[in-house]
Structure formats: C-alpha cells, structure tokens
C-alpha cells in the first residue's frame, strides 16, 4: 500500500508562485506515473500535469509555461512549481501515482491552493 503526503499550498497573490511536493512511502517498487490533478468548487477533478517513468511529461493547456512538474526518484517525491499564478487556478489539488505492474492508482488527501489579492 503506498501513502502520499502533500505539502505545499497555501494563499497567494495572483502572479506568485507556489510549490507543491508530494512524497509517497509504503510498499513502493516503481511507479508508471505521477502527477496532479486539481478540483475547484463545484467542478470535476481535473488533470494538471502528469510524469511518466520515463520522465516524459503533460500539462493541461490552461498551465502551459506557468507550471512545471518534476520528480526525485530516490525520495519518490513528485513536485509541482507553479508560476504567474491566476485565481482561476484556485483549488484543492490531489497527488496521484499509478504502481508499476498492478496499475493500482493511489491518491493524497489534498492541499488547497488559493489565488487572491
């Protein structure tokens, strides 16, 4: 079973930056991927950016040139930079990973990122 505790956000002003960290622990051998998907509100979750085992990467277009995602294997740790930030990026964002093998996907508990002068 793999456990994964985010960190990170907070309340920012639009055009600031936060970022986000993500570490997994438990029975972890390899993942096939990791990434974040963010939930305003009232909407459905949404995928932000995703990192493949390879180091291939994915971004929403809406954060496109804003925010990175990068990863540090020997931590197993995902992270997630996000720059010029909107107020429309307000939302709780979740950490996900998917197990290498079983395909099994495992969810953090979710950190709230806030947009707002």
């Known amino acids: 079973q793999v456990q994964l505790v985010e960190s990170g956000g907070g309340l920012v002003q639009p055009g600031g930056s936060l970022r986000l960290s993500c570490a997994a622990s438990g029975s972890i051998f390899s993942f096939n991927a990791m990434g974040w998907y963010s939930q305003a509100p009232g909407k459905q979750r949404d995928l932000v950016a995703r990192?493949?085992?390879?180091?291939?990467?994915y971004y929403a277009d809406s954060v496109k040139g804003r925010f990175t995602i990068s990863k540090d294997n020997a931590k197993n740790t995902v992270y997630l930079q996000m720059n010029s930030l909107k107020p429309e990026d307000t939302a709780v964002y979740y950490c996900?990973?998917?197990?290498?093998?079983?395909?099994?996907?495992?969810w953090g508990q979710g950190t709230q990122v806030t947009v707002s002068s």
């Open positions: 996900y990973t998917i197990q290498s093998g079983s395909g099994v996907w495992d």
């Open positions: 990192i493949g085992s390879g180091g291939n990467t």
